[in-house]
């Protein structure tokens, strides 16, 4: 068991030491997926064919309707200037009557809203970061302020995946598991929703008052140029809430498929503001109709990387989960003499750790957890948790360490705005593992003492 333990341990040093010397996880997941397998005694052919693919197919299965239609919205959310449009109108009501430091902060409370807005509309936070980057850096241009937040401010849309009734892998996994509905702990979903919200609201905008009452600006730098958007031809504020609204009461009030709801988004969102796109790399004479498809083909061909990106990673755990190591340890885990309210959370927290893949920790440690915990289980507690509970501390739990420092977006996004890990990770830290983490307990303790909010 120790040495399959430390195979483990080097499967995960292996993807965190080279995912900092750029080399793509899907070059690494196998390849530490292999060590694990040879640590743990198993067929290491067999390990990468048959665990290995099987593992990330079962999670592809799960979150390809979310991340391919999600991304999609999310496109014609961008080239349309949609998002734009919503920021814009937050702006005007709120931002530009304001004076002095209360324009930083209600400027970071504007994105903290356009932010999970998008996500609560279906479009998954790996895209609303591409969506919101552009506005944020107009954003911080306008009122001058210094452009090494920018990666905590990008980092805020996080906290979204933790609401009750989001369309977003992090509660459709368990969903799939669970047979729980979207919008399971209700109550503690919509509390940690805010705790994280309000959490990243004061953090961001506190550094950056800091830094400013010390002498910081806004410097561009090198970072990429952003679209501009002329103002007659963005939609308007409530024309661009519409599908996203839309979306929400499908999926999240009605309970329909995912699918469906974000196919009735994509059509609607077309609808309403074909007009606006705008398709950079095409001609300025291109009819709409091409530019429209160049809109759809991009964000189809946009999902497939982060498709893979969440897949590899399962194909890796899935390998974990066979190992005979993995399973003493979460015997142990399961078996902790402790309420089954915190075995939840600690359980997802590392299994998320070692991932960095809310789908892929997800779909190995809940199936286990539900086992052993839930009414008839295992455990020398089952039947003291509902599947209600466990979805949803799940759900708040898993957002927290997927963004420690090799994670793909974190990496992602300061490559776009230029910050090293050393000046940009920590804020980015606080606001996307230090609250989650908080507010997972907090609905922890909230099901704990009331077991009727499930």
Same mark, same amino acid.
């Given at each position: 068991?120790?040495?399959?333990?430390?195979?483990? /341990?080097?499967?995960?040093?292996?993807?965190?030491?080279?995912?900092? !010397?750029?080399?793509?996880?899907?070059?690494?997941?196998?390849?530490?997926?292999?060590?694990?397998?040879?640590?743990?005694?198993?067929?290491?052919?067999?390990?990468?064919?048959?665990?290995?693919?099987?593992?990330?197919?079962?999670?592809?299965?799960?979150?390809?309707?979310?991340?391919?239609?999600?991304?999609?919205?999310?496109?014609?959310?961008?080239?349309?200037?949609?998002?734009?449009?919503?920021?814009?109108?937050?702006?005007?009501?709120?931002?530009? !009557?304001?004076?002095?430091?209360? !324009?930083?902060?209600?400027?970071?409370?504007? %994105?903290?809203?356009?932010?999970?807005?998008?996500?609560?509309?279906?479009?998954?936070?790996?895209?609303?970061?591409?969506?919101?980057?552009?506005?944020?850096?107009?954003?911080?241009?306008?009122?001058?302020?210094?452009?090494?937040?920018?990666?905590?401010?990008?980092?805020?849309?996080?906290?979204?995946?933790?609401?009750?009734?989001?369309?977003?892998?992090?509660? /459709?996994?368990?969903?799939?598991?669970?047979?729980?509905?979207?919008?399971?702990?209700?109550?503690?979903?919509? /509390?940690?929703?805010?705790?994280?919200?309000?959490?990243?609201?004061?953090?961001?905008?506190?550094?950056?008052? #800091?830094?400013?009452?010390?002498?910081?600006?806004?410097?561009?730098?090198?970072?990429?140029?952003?679209?501009?958007?002329?103002?007659?031809?963005?939609?308007?504020?409530?024309?661009?809430?519409?599908?996203?609204?839309?979306?929400?009461?499908?999926?999240?009030?009605?309970?329909?498929?995912?699918?469906?709801?974000?196919?009735?988004?994509?059509?609607?969102?077309?609808?309403?503001?074909?007009?606006?796109?705008?398709?950079?790399?095409?001609?300025?004479?291109?009819?709409? #109709?091409?530019?429209?498809?160049?809109?759809?083909?991009?964000?189809?061909?946009?999902?497939?990387?982060?498709?893979?990106?969440?897949?590899?990673?399962?194909?890796?755990?899935?390998?974990?989960?066979?190992?005979?190591?993995?399973?003493?340890?979460?015997?142990? %885990?399961?078996?902790?003499? %402790?309420?089954?309210?915190?075995?939840?959370?600690?359980?997802?927290?590392?299994?998320?750790?070692?991932?960095?893949?809310?789908?892929?920790?997800?779909?190995?440690?809940?199936?286990?957890?539900?086992?052993?915990?839930?009414?008839?289980?295992?455990?020398?507690?089952?039947?003291?948790?509902?599947?209600?509970?466990?979805? #949803?501390?799940?759900?708040?739990?898993?957002?927290?360490?997927?963004?420690?420092?090799?994670?793909?977006?974190?990496?992602?996004?300061?490559?776009?705005?230029?910050?090293?890990?050393?000046?940009?990770?920590?804020?980015?830290?606080?606001?996307?593992?230090?609250?989650?983490?908080?507010?997972?307990?907090?609905?922890?303790?909230?099901?704990?003492?009331?077991?009727?909010?499930?």
């Amino acid at each position: 068991m120790v040495l399959g333990l430390i195979g483990i /341990i080097v499967g995960f040093c292996i993807i965190l030491f080279f995912t900092f !010397r750029n080399v793509s996880t899907i070059i690494l997941a196998p390849i530490a997926a292999v060590a694990v397998a040879i640590f743990n005694r198993l067929n290491p052919v067999e390990a990468f064919t048959s665990t290995y693919v099987a593992g990330l197919a079962d999670v592809l299965m799960m979150v390809l309707p979310v991340i391919l239609l999600g991304t999609i919205l999310g496109k014609v959310y961008t080239q349309t200037g949609a998002a734009e449009a919503l920021a814009d109108g937050f702006i005007k009501v709120f931002v530009d !009557r304001a004076q002095g430091y209360n !324009r930083v902060r209600i400027a970071v409370a504007v %994105i903290v809203i356009v932010s999970y807005l998008l996500c609560l509309g279906g479009i998954d936070a790996f895209i609303v970061l591409y969506t919101t980057f552009p506005i944020v850096v107009r954003m911080w241009s306008k009122l001058n302020m210094p452009r090494k937040f920018i990666p905590a401010m990008l980092m805020c849309s996080t906290g979204a995946a933790v609401c009750p009734g989001a369309p977003v892998t992090q509660n /459709i996994v368990p969903m799939s598991i669970l047979g729980t509905s979207s919008t399971s702990g209700l109550v503690p979903g919509i /509390i940690a929703a805010v705790i994280i919200g309000v959490g990243c609201w004061i953090t961001v905008s506190s550094l950056c008052i #800091r830094n400013m009452k010390k002498g910081a600006t806004f410097e561009y730098g090198d970072m990429p140029p952003v679209p501009e958007f002329d103002d007659q031809k963005k939609p308007n504020f409530f024309v661009a809430l519409i599908p996203i609204v839309v979306v929400f009461v499908i999926f999240g009030v009605i309970g329909w498929d995912i699918s469906i709801a974000l196919s009735v988004g994509i059509i609607l969102a077309l609808v309403l503001m074909w007009r606006s796109i705008k398709y950079e790399a095409l001609p300025a004479d291109t009819p709409k #109709r091409g530019q429209i498809l160049a809109t759809l083909n991009e964000g189809a061909v946009t999902s497939s990387g982060a498709l893979m990106s969440v897949s590899v990673i399962s194909g890796f755990a899935g390998v974990v989960g066979a190992t005979a190591a993995f399973a003493s340890m979460a015997d142990v %885990i399961v078996n902790m003499n %402790i309420h089954p309210m915190l075995i939840v959370l600690i359980a997802i927290v590392i299994l998320v750790a070692l991932t960095s893949s809310p789908p892929a920790g997800m779909s190995i440690i809940v199936p286990i957890l539900a086992a052993a915990l839930l009414a008839g289980g295992t455990a020398a507690h089952a039947g003291m948790i509902s599947a209600e509970a466990l979805h #949803r501390v799940s759900t708040i739990a898993s957002v927290s360490f997927e963004t420690l420092p090799f994670n793909g977006m974190i990496v992602i996004i300061l490559s776009m705005t230029r910050i090293s890990h050393r000046e940009g990770y920590m804020p980015m830290f606080i606001v996307s593992c230090i609250f989650p983490l908080l507010a997972a307990f907090v609905a922890a303790l909230m099901f704990m003492a009331f077991p009727g909010l499930a």
